[in-house]
C-alpha cells in the first residue's frame, strides 16, 4: 500500500481524499495556490507545498510545480480528483515517468476516451450502443452537411475535448448549421485549444443516466448501478439522484452491462463513469465515458455504504475488485451542488466572504464542503461550495429530508443556488420523479425567476 498521497487538487474534492487516506493510514500532501493559503485541505493534509499563483495554469494545471512537490515530499502516489489535471493522460505519464503513481486509468485509456468523437467510435467497436452520428471527427463545413442531412435534422455539434458543456450546440435545420458550426469551433478552440468537432443527432426529451464502474489492474469491472442527473442548466449537472425513476431492474442490468462491456474493451483501471442518454421508449446510448472519480460519486457511496475513493486507492496499489454487479436495495440518495450562484439571476457567480455558516446534520444527511464561516471564495475556480447528500429508505422519504436539510442550511454573505433547490424539491413533476434534461427549460418560469 502507498505511504504518502499527494492530492493534486482543491476544494471539497480534495478534502474528501485526504479523509480516505487518514482512514486507511496514509499520509497526505496537499498542494495549494497562494489564494488558497487558508483553505481547509491545506489545514487538514499532514504537509503542504505551495504550487503557485493563483491562476489555475500557474498552480493546479502546473505538472512541473506538482511533480516537484511529490518529488521533495517523497509521495509515491497522486490522487487527481476532478478536474484540472484529471484528465490529462499526459500528466498520468509524468507521473509514470517520475515512479510515482498516478490514480486513475492507463495514459493510453484518458486519451482514447477523453477524446469524446475517438471514445464513441470505441464503444460503437465494443458492441455498446452510441447515439447515431458522425463516424468520428467530422473535418468540413461540407461533411458535416452531409452527415446532418443522412441522420436528419436537428443534430448536435460536439467538441471532441468538450467538456462542462461547453463547444456544443444544437441545430434545427440546415440554414443554420455553417454559423453555428463556426461558433462551436471557435469556442472548443478557446476551451480547450483543439476544435476537433463530432455531429449526433439532437435526441429529444433524454434523460442523462450513468454508471458508475470500477476496473482493476487484472481486467476484471464492476459497476455500482446508476446515478440520474438529468436536472441540468446549459448541459451541466445541478442534482443527481439513485436509482433513477426512469429505470426498472431489467433496463438497469442491461445498461448496466452494456457499461460494463465498455470498460472491458479497453481494460479500463480505477473508478470511471459511462453516461449514457436514455430516450422515451427505453433505448440508451452511450455519449461519453469520465476517465476519473465524478462530482456526484457520493451518491453511489451512500446506497451502497461503498468508499469509492478507498476503491480507487486500492486498486491503484494492484488489490483486486470483486467484478460484482451491484444493485440498488431500498435505498435512496440524491445530491444537490451549492454553488456561489444567484440562481435568479441567470446563476451568477458571487464569490466573496462567507460571513455566516451554519451546515446541517442529522440522520442520513452527508455535506461535503471546504467552506466555512469566513472562508472567502476565490474567483479563480469553479463555484460550488458544498454538496448536500441524503439518503433513505424511499424517494418520498430523499425529497423530505433534502428539504429539510436545505432548509436548514444557513450560507451568508454571498448567493447560493440553495433557494432554487428548495423550489425543486417542492415542484410536483419533481417530486413524481416526472423530468428530463429539459425540465429547467420547460418549467424555468417557476423555479429561476425571483
Ligand atoms: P460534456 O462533456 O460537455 O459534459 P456531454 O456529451 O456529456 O458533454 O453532454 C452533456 C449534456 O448535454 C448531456 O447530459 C445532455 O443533457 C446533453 N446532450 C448531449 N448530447 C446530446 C444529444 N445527442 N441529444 C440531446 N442532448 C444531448
Same mark, same amino acid.
Given at each position: 500500500m502507498?505511504k504518502?498521497?499527494?492530492i493534486?487538487?482543491?476544494?471539497e474534492?480534495?478534502?474528501?481524499?485526504?479523509? +480516505?487516506? #487518514?482512514?486507511m493510514?496514509?499520509k497526505t500532501?496537499?498542494?495549494?495556490? +497562494?489564494?488558497?493559503?487558508?483553505?481547509?485541505? =491545506?489545514?487538514?493534509a499532514?504537509?503542504?507545498?505551495?504550487?503557485?499563483?493563483?491562476?489555475?495554469q500557474?498552480?493546479?494545471l502546473?505538472?512541473a510545480?506538482?511533480?516537484a512537490?511529490?518529488?521533495? +515530499?517523497?509521495a *509515491?502516489?497522486?490522487?487527481?480528483g476532478?478536474?484540472?489535471?484529471?484528465?490529462?493522460?499526459?500528466?498520468?505519464?509524468?507521473?509514470?515517468?517520475?515512479?510515482?503513481?498516478f490514480?486513475?486509468?492507463?495514459p493510453?485509456?484518458?486519451?482514447?476516451?477523453?477524446?469524446?468523437?475517438?471514445?464513441?467510435?470505441?464503444?460503437?467497436?465494443a458492441?455498446?450502443?452510441?447515439?447515431?452520428?458522425?463516424?468520428?471527427?467530422?473535418e468540413t $463545413?461540407?461533411?458535416?452537411?452531409k452527415?446532418?442531412?443522412?441522420?436528419?435534422?436537428?443534430?448536435?455539434i460536439?467538441?471532441?475535448?468538450?467538456?462542462?458543456?461547453?463547444?456544443?450546440?444544437?441545430?434545427?435545420k440546415?440554414?443554420?448549421? !455553417?454559423h453555428?458550426?463556426? &461558433?462551436?469551433?471557435?469556442e472548443?478552440k478557446?476551451?480547450?485549444?483543439?476544435?476537433?468537432?463530432y455531429i449526433?443527432?439532437?435526441?429529444?426529451?433524454?434523460r442523462?443516466?450513468?454508471?458508475?464502474?470500477?476496473? *482493476?489492474?487484472?481486467?476484471?469491472?464492476?459497476?455500482?448501478?446508476?446515478r440520474d442527473?438529468?436536472?441540468?442548466?446549459?448541459h451541466?449537472?445541478? =442534482?443527481?439522484?439513485?436509482?433513477?425513476?426512469?429505470?426498472?431492474?431489467?433496463?438497469?442490468?442491461?445498461?448496466?452491462?452494456?457499461?460494463?462491456?465498455?470498460?472491458?474493451?479497453? /481494460?479500463?483501471?480505477?473508478a470511471?463513469?459511462?453516461?449514457?442518454l436514455l430516450? !422515451?421508449d427505453?433505448?440508451?446510448?452511450?455519449?461519453?465515458?469520465?476517465?476519473?472519480?465524478?462530482? !456526484?460519486?457520493?451518491?453511489?457511496?451512500?446506497?451502497?455504504?461503498?468508499?469509492?475513493?478507498?476503491e480507487?486507492i486500492?486498486?491503484?496499489?494492484?488489490?483486486?475488485?470483486s467484478g460484482?454487479f451491484?444493485y440498488?436495495?431500498?435505498?435512496?440518495?440524491?445530491?444537490?451542488?451549492?454553488?456561489?450562484?444567484?440562481p435568479? /439571476?441567470?446563476?451568477?457567480?458571487?464569490?466573496g466572504?462567507?460571513?455566516s455558516?451554519? #451546515?446541517?446534520?442529522?440522520?442520513g =444527511?452527508?455535506v461535503? +464542503?471546504?467552506?466555512?464561516?469566513?472562508?472567502?471564495?476565490?474567483?479563480?475556480?469553479d463555484?460550488?461550495i458544498? #454538496?448536500?447528500i441524503?439518503? *433513505?429508505?424511499?424517494?418520498k422519504?430523499v425529497?423530505?429530508?433534502? $428539504?429539510r436539510?436545505?432548509?436548514e442550511? =444557513?450560507?451568508?454573505?454571498?448567493?447560493t443556488?440553495?433557494?432554487?433547490?428548495?423550489r425543486?424539491?417542492?415542484?410536483?413533476?419533481?417530486?413524481?420523479?416526472?423530468?428530463?434534461i429539459r425540465?429547467l427549460? &420547460?418549467?424555468? *418560469?417557476?423555479l429561476l425567476?425571483?
Amino acid at each position: 500500500m502507498f505511504k504518502k498521497i499527494l492530492i493534486a487538487n482543491r476544494g471539497e474534492i480534495a478534502l474528501r481524499i485526504i479523509r +480516505t487516506c #487518514k482512514e486507511m493510514g496514509i499520509k497526505t500532501v496537499a498542494v495549494y495556490s +497562494t489564494a488558497d493559503k487558508d483553505a481547509l485541505h =491545506v489545514r487538514f493534509a499532514d504537509e503542504a507545498v505551495c504550487i503557485g499563483p493563483p491562476p489555475p495554469q500557474e498552480s493546479y494545471l502546473n505538472i512541473a510545480n506538482i511533480i516537484a512537490a511529490a518529488e521533495i +515530499t517523497g509521495a *509515491d502516489a497522486i490522487h487527481p480528483g476532478y478536474g484540472f489535471l484529471a484528465e490529462n493522460a499526459h500528466f498520468a505519464e509524468v507521473c509514470a515517468d517520475h515512479g510515482i503513481k498516478f490514480i486513475g486509468p492507463q495514459p493510453e485509456v484518458i486519451r482514447i476516451m477523453g477524446d469524446k468523437a475517438l471514445a464513441k467510435r470505441t464503444m460503437k467497436a465494443a458492441g455498446v450502443p452510441v447515439v447515431p452520428g458522425s463516424d468520428g471527427p467530422v473535418e468540413t $463545413l461540407e461533411e458535416a452537411k452531409k452527415i446532418a442531412k443522412a441522420i436528419g435534422y436537428p443534430v448536435m455539434i460536439k467538441a471532441s475535448a468538450g467538456g462542462g458543456g461547453k463547444g456544443m450546440r444544437i441545430v434545427e435545420k440546415e440554414e443554420d448549421l !455553417e454559423h453555428l458550426w463556426n &461558433i462551436a469551433k471557435k469556442e472548443a478552440k478557446a476551451a480547450f485549444g483543439n476544435d476537433a468537432m463530432y455531429i449526433e443527432k439532437f435526441l429529444k426529451n433524454p434523460r442523462h443516466v450513468e454508471i458508475q464502474i470500477m476496473g *482493476d489492474q487484472y481486467g476484471h469491472v464492476s459497476h455500482l448501478s446508476e446515478r440520474d442527473c438529468s436536472i441540468q442548466r446549459r448541459h451541466q449537472k445541478l =442534482v443527481e439522484e439513485s436509482p433513477s425513476p426512469a429505470l426498472n431492474q431489467e433496463l438497469r442490468e442491461r445498461i448496466g452491462e452494456a457499461a460494463v462491456k465498455g470498460a472491458k474493451y479497453v /481494460n479500463y483501471e480505477s473508478a470511471g463513469t459511462m453516461e449514457f442518454l436514455l430516450d !422515451e421508449d427505453g433505448n440508451f446510448y452511450f455519449i461519453e465515458m469520465n476517465t476519473r472519480i465524478q462530482v !456526484e460519486h457520493p451518491v453511489t457511496e451512500e446506497i451502497f455504504f461503498y468508499d469509492l475513493i478507498k476503491e480507487q486507492i486500492k486498486v491503484a496499489a494492484g488489490i483486486p475488485v470483486s467484478g460484482r454487479f451491484y444493485y440498488p436495495k431500498e435505498r435512496y440518495a440524491m445530491e444537490v451542488r451549492i454553488n456561489a450562484e444567484d440562481p435568479f /439571476n441567470d446563476f451568477m457567480p458571487s464569490p466573496g466572504k462567507i460571513t455566516s455558516f451554519h #451546515k446541517p446534520g442529522g440522520h442520513g =444527511v452527508r455535506v461535503d +464542503t471546504h467552506a466555512y464561516a469566513g472562508y472567502v471564495i476565490p474567483p479563480y475556480y469553479d463555484s460550488m461550495i458544498a #454538496k448536500l447528500i441524503v439518503s *433513505d429508505f424511499s424517494r418520498k422519504g430523499v425529497i423530505n429530508k433534502m $428539504l429539510r436539510a436545505l432548509e436548514e442550511f =444557513v450560507i451568508e454573505g454571498v448567493k447560493t443556488t440553495i433557494p432554487f433547490h428548495i423550489r425543486l424539491m417542492q415542484h410536483p413533476e419533481f417530486v413524481k420523479g416526472n423530468y428530463n434534461i429539459r425540465f429547467l427549460e &420547460i418549467y424555468g *418560469d417557476e423555479l429561476l425567476k425571483p
